[in-house]
Structures are given as structure tokens and as C-alpha cells.
Nanobody
């Protein structure tokens, strides 16, 4: 599957941003999907949120819990990330990812498919 993320941009602290990811599949049914980010200065890419589309168990990173919301249009193969109350430390390149397998620890899944990142910059 090929993935393409979009929706990044600049926003002030406290603002919101919606990211969209389109997968080159007929649907995202039976897929493990997630959002990851990589901060500036070559920080390690870390998980933001992930879940398996066949169940309702969503795993958020502590930094995203309560502020970010993942949603998916399984039939159209669209993945979304709604980010509220953004902070300067949320500044990063955001990536969507997918795989046919999902580990018990969703954010620890070994994702095979990655989209090009979309940059989100939060200014104070």
C-alpha cells in the first residue's frame, strides 16, 4: 500500500490542525494503521497513535492523549488525525503508517508501509 499524508502547516500554540492520509488500497479493513512523528534535529520517530481497524482498541501516546483523535474511513481508505491544543513540542514531521499485522502493543507494531511526512510547526 502506498500512503500520502497532507494537512501540515504552521499554527500557533493552542491551535488545531487536521491531517489526512490516503492509502492506495480499496479499503483499510484488516489493517493496522497509525500516525508517527519525528521532531527537528534528527529526533527519533515516535508513535502518536495506532489501532487495528477490526477492533476498537486505540493506543495513544501519552503526549497525544486527550488532545489528538484518530479516525478512519475504512471503505475509502482515508486516515485522519485531529490535533487540538497544539504545543510547540508538537512541532514535527508527521507520518502515517499501515501494515496488515498489528501487535498487542499497537504503537510497537512493525509498520511496513509509510507515507511521506507532512510538517506541522507550532509557534509560541
Amino acid at each position: 500500500a502506498q500512503l500520502a499524508a497532507a494537512g501540515g502547516g504552521s499554527v500557533q500554540t493552542g491551535g488545531s490542525r487536521n491531517l489526512t492520509c490516503v492509502a492506495s488500497r480499496d479499503s483499510l479493513k484488516h489493517y493496522c494503521i497509525g500516525w508517527f512523528r519525528q521532531g527537528p534535529s534528527g529526533d527519533q520517530r515516535v508513535g502518536v497513535v495506532a489501532f487495528y481497524t477490526d477492533d476498537d482498541r486505540i493506543e495513544y501516546a501519552a503526549s497525544a492523549e486527550g488532545r489528538f483523535t484518530i479516525s478512519v474511513d475504512v471503505a475509502r481508505a482515508f486516515l485522519y488525525l485531529r490535533m487540538n491544543n497544539l504545543k510547540p513540542e508538537d512541532t514535527a514531521m508527521y507520518y502515517c503508517a499501515a501494515d496488515v499485522f498489528c501487535s498487542e502493543h499497537r504503537l510497537g507494531s512493525d509498520f511496513a508501509y509509510w507515507g511521506h511526512g507532512t510538517q506541522v510547526t507550532v509557534s509560541s
